[in-house]
């Protein structure tokens, strides 16, 4: 079972690696969009960043939106990139899912504001979905010196028709490793669960 699981969240990692013969298509591309819109009054924007990884700089990891039923594919994001998407305001629940280890974030967003969340690689852990707070001597607030170049070095990109291609051909396993996502969250405490949790006052005007 573990075995299968490893391969299944490998597959849906949608890794850009090169192997042997010609290159697979990409699972990203670059955005169409190059600036970055202020949010609607009826939708929340999310900014998830990718902005180092030096270990595996080829990785591109599947951010994925896991609120209902379905799991949606939002982007494929490499090594220094952002997405941005738009969603309804209230409770959500997130996905960061690439080899064996993939990791939930639950999000509370406002109508009308900005939320950064940053894909933090992790060697050999994969990449856990870290929301940006406001304030905080934490690594993962807007105090933190490097923020400004995460957002400003990072390139737009978008997943690509190949990326939801490959979605769709392996749903099942898509499952898979959703539930066994959930059942690593359900094991955290609540001091840790809060830390993975995107809440309203996280918005950033930036």
Same mark, same amino acid.
């Given at each position: 079972?573990?075995? #299968?699981?490893?391969?299944?969240?490998? @597959?849906?990692?949608?890794?850009?690696?090169?192997?042997?013969?010609?290159?697979?298509?990409?699972?990203? @591309?670059?955005?169409? +969009? $190059?600036?970055?819109?202020?949010?609607?009054?009826? /939708?929340?924007? @999310?900014?998830?960043?990718?902005? /180092?990884?030096?270990?595996?700089?080829?990785?591109? *990891?599947? %951010?994925?939106? *896991?609120?209902?039923?379905?799991?949606?594919?939002?982007?494929?994001?490499? #090594?220094?990139?952002?997405?941005?998407?738009?969603? #309804?305001?209230?409770?959500?629940?997130?996905?960061?899912?690439?080899?064996?280890?993939?990791?939930?974030?639950? +999000?509370?967003?406002?109508?009308?504001?900005?939320?950064?969340?940053? +894909?933090?690689?992790?060697?050999?852990?994969?990449?856990?979905?870290?929301?940006?707070? $406001?304030?905080?001597k934490a690594g993962f607030s807007v105090e933190n010196p490097d923020f400004a170049a995460w957002v400003s070095k990072?390139?737009?990109?978008?997943?690509?028709?190949?990326?939801?291609?490959?979605?769709?051909?392996?749903?099942?396993?898509?499952? #898979?490793? /959703?539930?066994?996502?959930?059942?690593?969250?359900?094991?955290?405490?609540?001091?840790?669960?809060?830390?993975?949790?995107?809440? /309203?006052?996280?918005? %950033? +005007?930036?």
């Amino acid at each position: 079972m573990k075995k #299968t699981l490893i391969m299944v969240a490998a @597959i849906l990692a949608l890794s850009a690696c090169a192997s042997s013969g010609p290159p697979p298509p990409p699972t990203f @591309i670059d955005a169409t +969009a $190059t600036t970055l819109s202020a949010p609607p009054a009826d /939708k929340a924007q @999310i900014i998830f960043l990718q902005p /180092k990884n030096l270990m595996m700089p080829l990785a591109a *990891v599947g %951010i994925y939106d *896991v609120t209902d039923t379905d799991m949606t594919l939002l982007s494929m994001l490499p #090594t220094h990139s952002k997405s941005v998407h738009l969603v #309804t305001p209230g409770a959500h629940r997130f996905m960061a899912a690439y080899g064996a280890h993939n990791y939930l974030m639950d +999000a509370n967003v406002e109508a009308g504001k900005r939320y950064y969340v940053v +894909a933090r690689f992790i060697y050999g852990m994969g990449f856990q979905l870290r929301p940006i707070r $406001t304030s905080g001597k934490a690594g993962f607030s807007v105090e933190n010196p490097d923020f400004a170049a995460w957002v400003s070095k990072t390139r737009f990109v978008e997943k690509s028709p190949e990326a939801d291609l490959l979605h769709a051909k392996y749903k099942v396993g898509n499952e #898979t490793v /959703k539930a066994a996502a959930i059942a690593d969250l359900l094991k955290k405490t609540p001091e840790q669960r809060a830390e993975l949790t995107l809440n /309203k006052e996280d918005a %950033i +005007a930036q």
